[in-house]
């Protein structure tokens, strides 16, 4: 045994010591900015498999979640350049960014894809008496900054509900509560009133234990065709997730080739699609350059949320 | 002043001084009525008063009784904790620089030889293949096995 | 309903689901007793290998890992004193003293068998009366976690033996570990002290493999060649007991037995606590329930017993909140929830009605890694034991080798090693002044929570006074004060006494 092992060892010393091979030649690190279990974690975990099949190494997801997902942000923007540390992001990036939560902006990253949009949902507890947007709507104006909203402060989970506040013309009062799940847990025990949420609570609505108000997208969801969107109820609010990878400042061009190429394949695995499909989530892929357009038209969009909302610190 | 009495005082010095780095913090913004100061300065406050109790209670008691003879039991082989520190925080050092395989191989050999020092070369050739299966079974166990991806050396590439 | 569970008993009985599961609890016990390595880290490593496998599957060799490994943090525990999870902390107060003592098999077989049955109790009530505990926890809001979080801590904090003030300071500072970096709200940073890395604060994984290896480690160290040759191999210890005594042992005190789960159990439904707590909390109500509380840290039966029976009924609690809620308590079952929605299990209340073959599937697995974790821990008992007769100079690199990777796979950065040393220095100077080690782990466990509880209470109500006005709330923090002031009096009649209750390593 002792033998065999001292076999292994010397092989294992001789294969390590040869050469460097192409990239990559070692597993890759996917930085998720949040807790494992939450919104983004089961996004990207489904695809890491995927992503992990078409560049030919190992992918691990390192969960680096607090402080509004900008704890993650930081050590993704201090990784060396290498390809071999990833980061996976939405909106938050930029909201953080003009919030004044984070110092990490967008441009201390190289894009590389987008894969996917997940359509916001006003979701109240069972235990507030509204039934529709309507009477929210009424008890909203008759106490204005009473109203409870969980949210992760700066990010997207509270610009949704700010955006809601403004088409409306009321005002909600915040509660920080970081992540989907903490903030599962309070609505369901009604300590909130109201929260963002998405198609992945279908069944604690079903349930009643939550009710989905208005979803923010153009045309209802063939999944709850019986909610309105925030649109028809005369609430002029699109909002939706969009998540996507980035890599370090200053990762070579080849390297960022060879991971545009491997995420496009894997964002096309059917077997993504059905993942993406359990999480109220559509498919969207955009490759390297409309992704980087993209990052630039959102990080002004946000920018002048921030400020429309007066939220704006930069 | 006893070991209570010390450990009391630089407890109530370390919270002083966290305490007074907490000046600068921002004040309560208008989406959080609390600042970040807020929960920072009571927990150090209460550092601070227990710290003093215990500077306290060390000194009332010294003076109500007069100190048993303390008895060391064993000598303790203090020199042996500061080498063994110093071993481990130089490993922890060299580690980025010289790669995960030889920092920790020199390493383990390094300590082993300190805490007992083999007598013939039958205990040198144990701490040789103890430093060289550790490093090579945890390699292979975590990197190759757990995609931990242990640290590369900066200096070396290895 | 128990038709149901014997259905998924069968079912999970089959070699196609008995083999991930055996598996599963076989690699929880081995890092579950591997100090540094802890169970959300096996789970999170575990995860990728069932992604092949069908959710059953999947969620039964998970269920195993958690299991295997909340029992396998005893081994090392009570043989090495070294905790090999957070959760079997409070094992190693009164399982190693005993095995010091010349009984190493007793203190593990007391642990096993604790396990075995708190998990049992632990699944019983996790079956039976899930929807009744989870509407407690969900009754919970911020002044009711802030309070109950307050609590664990000042139960703990009296739980020391030689001074409460030192207990109490030991916890405070633990909070102030957490309160430096950055604030969980609004991540500005904060007490850095000029230290880029601390931006990202401190957490709580390298604070105790750092604390509790290096204070454990150096202080065999002190006394290494001090005695003139290395203070190893007295004897070869047997680990054969008597089964049946042993098992006598717990079921003689079955009050403790069926309070101890109980607390693992409860601890496990509220979200956001988890093993880390529950044994160190339980361990704390046997003390206090004791007739003989001086016994404690000595190696007493019940220490043990409590410890690891609450830790085993934890698991059958966070079980019930991931499946009903669908709302993670801390890393590991956040793993679990992961896994189960990788597996496209929609967990949450319409789980269990909608997939009772699954979710009787998971309550049989439950059930049967029990089994199977006393069979691997009875097979592996004598290769462990090896660990104890490995001279200590051998054995002390590999376990700092083992601490130091398991402090940087958190995510695989060097700060965190740092961190880890600068923690074993404190942790080992904590030690060499009285000071209880316990405390300040929990601190640093529920800081964070307790500031965030805190604030969210502020910002749902300006009033701070329902903090005491909420009748849950209140009443946990008046018997907070109940248990301090218990405390207090329990030393000052210790005092009167005149017994010496001062020790150097009493962590």
Redesign the interface.
């Known amino acids: 045994m002792k033998r065999f092992l001292a076999a292994i060892a010397a092989a294992a010393l001789l294969t390590s010591l040869t050469a460097f091979a192409a990239y990559p030649e070692r597993p890759i690190k996917m930085i998720v900015p949040w807790a494992a279990g939450g919104d983004t974690d089961n996004i990207f975990r489904p695809f890491a498999p995927q992503f992990q099949k078409h560049v030919g190494q190992t992918v691990v997801i390192a969960n680096v979640g607090g402080a509004s997902g900008t704890k993650g942000a930081k050590e993704a923007k201090e990784s060396p350049p290498d390809g071999y540390t990833l980061y996976s992001v939405h909106e938050y990036i930029h909201s953080t960014y003009y919030t004044g939560v984070a110092d990490v902006n967008y441009t201390d990253f190289e894009p590389i894809c987008l894969i996917s949009s997940t359509p916001s949902v006003l979701t109240a507890s069972p235990k507030t008496p509204w039934k529709d947007w309507k009477a929210l709507l009424e008890d909203a104006k008759k106490r204005p900054g009473q109203i409870t909203v969980g949210a992760t402060l700066g990010s997207t989970s509270h610009f949704f509900p700010a955006l809601v506040e403004k088409a409306a013309g009321i005002k909600f009062k915040y509660v920080s509560y970081e992540g989907l799940a903490p903030r599962m847990n309070a609505i369901l025990g009604g300590h909130i009133d109201l929260t963002d949420s998405n198609l992945t609570q279908k069944g604690k609505v079903e349930a009643g234990q939550l009710r989905f108000i208005a979803i923010a997208t153009e045309k209802r969801n063939a999944e709850i065709p019986n909610v309105p969107t925030l649109k028809e109820l005369g609430v002029n609010v699109v909002y939706d997730v969009n998540r996507g990878l980035l890599a370090p400042k200053g990762t070579p061009a080849d390297v960022l080739a060879k991971l545009e190429s491997a995420c496009a394949a894997a964002a096309k695995e059917p077997a993504f699609a059905e993942a993406l499909k359990k999480q109220g989530t559509a498919a969207r892929y955009l490759g390297r350059k409309e992704y980087s357009q993209w990052l630039k038209k959102n990080d002004d969009l946000n920018k002048t949320l921030a400020k429309d909302l007066g939220l704006l610190k930069r | 002043m006893g070991?209570?009495g010390?450990?009391?005082l630089v407890?109530l010095a370390a919270?002083l001084g966290?305490l007074a780095?907490?000046r600068g913090?921002?004040d309560a913004?208008?989406?959080?009525?609390?600042g970040?100061?807020?929960?920072?300065r009571i927990?150090?406050g209460?550092?601070a008063a227990?710290?003093a109790?215990?500077v306290a209670?060390d000194i009332w008691s010294r003076r109500r009784r007069t100190p048993v003879a303390a008895e060391p039991p064993?000598?303790?082989?203090?020199l042996?904790?500061v080498l063994?520190?110093a071993i481990?925080?130089l490993?922890?050092a060299l580690?980025?620089f010289v790669g995960y395989?030889l920092a920790?191989f020199g390493?383990?050999a390094a300590?082993?030889v300190t805490?007992?020092p083999p007598r013939n070369w039958k205990g040198w050739l144990?701490v040789a293949a103890?430093?060289?299966?550790?490093t090579?079974?945890?390699?292979?166990v975590?990197e190759r096995y757990?995609?931990?991806?242990?640290?590369r050396g900066r200096w070396t590439d290895? | 309903m128990y038709e149901l569970l014997l259905a998924g008993i069968a079912n999970i009985l089959q070699l196609k689901y008995l083999l991930p599961l055996f598996v599963g609890t076989l690699v929880g016990v081995i890092g579950g007793a591997l100090p540094g390595v802890t169970i959300a880290l096996t789970i999170i490593v575990v995860l990728p290998f069932t992604f092949g496998l069908d959710p059953l599957q999947g969620l039964a060799a998970m269920t195993g890992v958690y299991v295997g490994g909340s029992a396998g943090g005893l081994i090392t525990a009570c043989l090495l004193g070294i905790p090999g999870t957070p959760s079997a902390i409070a094992t190693t107060f009164d399982g190693f003293p005993m095995a010091r003592n010349g009984e190493p098999g007793r203190a593990m077989w007391l642990g096993i068998w604790a396990s075995f049955f708190g998990g049992l109790l632990g699944g019983v009530f996790l079956i039976g009366a899930t929807a009744p505990l989870a509407a407690i926890a969900l009754e919970f809001g911020p002044w009711e976690f802030f309070s109950l979080f307050v609590f664990a801590l000042s139960m703990v904090a009296g739980l020391t033996g030689a001074s409460l003030t030192k207990g109490l300071l030991s916890g405070a500072i633990g909070l102030v570990i957490t309160v430096m970096g950055n604030d969980p709200v609004m991540g500005a940073a904060r007490l850095t002290l000029g230290i880029g890395f601390l931006e990202g604060g401190i957490p709580f994984l390298p604070v105790l493999i750092g604390v509790f290896a290096f204070a454990q480690i150096m202080t065999d160290i002190e006394k290494m060649r001090a005695i003139g040759t290395v203070g190893i191999a007295e004897r070869i210890p047997t680990l054969v007991v008597s089964q049946l005594r042993v098992i006598g042992e717990i079921f003689s005190r079955p009050f403790l037995l069926l309070w101890t789960s109980f607390i693992g159990l409860l601890v496990g439904v509220l979200p956001a606590i988890g093993g880390s707590a529950a044994n160190m909390m339980a361990y704390d109500q046997a003390k206090k329930l004791s007739r003989h509380p001086e016994r404690f840290g000595t190696g007493t039966p019940e220490g043990i017993i409590a410890s690891e029976s609450a830790n085993n009924a934890n698991v059958g609690g966070s079980l019930v909140t991931i499946m009903a809620f669908g709302i993670p308590g801390d890393i590991v079952t956040a793993v679990m929830l992961g896994a189960m929605t990788i597996h496209g299990i929609q967990s949450g209340p319409l789980f269990i009605s909608q997939q009772p073959k699954l979710a009787y599937g998971i309550f049989a697995a439950y059930l049967v890694a029990h089994v199977l974790m006393v069979i691997i821990i009875a097979f592996s008992a004598r290769p462990m034991l090896r660990l104890t007769t490995v001279p200590k100079s051998m054995l002390i690199p590999i376990v700092l080798v083992l601490c130091v990777i398991g402090a940087y796979s958190l995510n695989n950065t060097m700060s965190i090693v740092y961190v880890l040393l600068v923690f074993g220095v404190m942790g080992y100077a904590l030690v060499k002044f009285g000071f209880p080690l316990a405390p300040l782990i929990l601190g640093v466990v529920l800081g964070d929570q307790i500031e965030i509880n805190m604030i969210r209470a502020i910002m749902t109500d300006s009033d701070p006074w329902l903090f005491f006005t909420r009748p849950i709330s209140g009443g946990l923090l008046a018997a907070s004060v109940v248990s301090v002031a218990f405390a207090l009096w329990q030393h000052h009649r210790q005092r009167k006494r005149g017994a010496p209750a001062d020790g150097d390593t009493d962590f």
């Open positions: 070991r209570d010390i450990a009391g407890c919270s966290l780095a907490t913090l921002p913004s208008l989406l959080v009525p609390v970040p100061g807020f929960y920072p927990v150090l209460i550092t227990l710290s109790l215990l209670t064993i000598p303790a082989n203090y042996l904790v063994a520190f481990v925080g490993y922890v580690l980025p395989r920790t390493f383990v300590l082993q805490l007992e144990a103890t430093a060289f299966l550790t090579i079974v945890t390699y292979f975590f757990l995609s931990v991806l242990l640290p290895f």
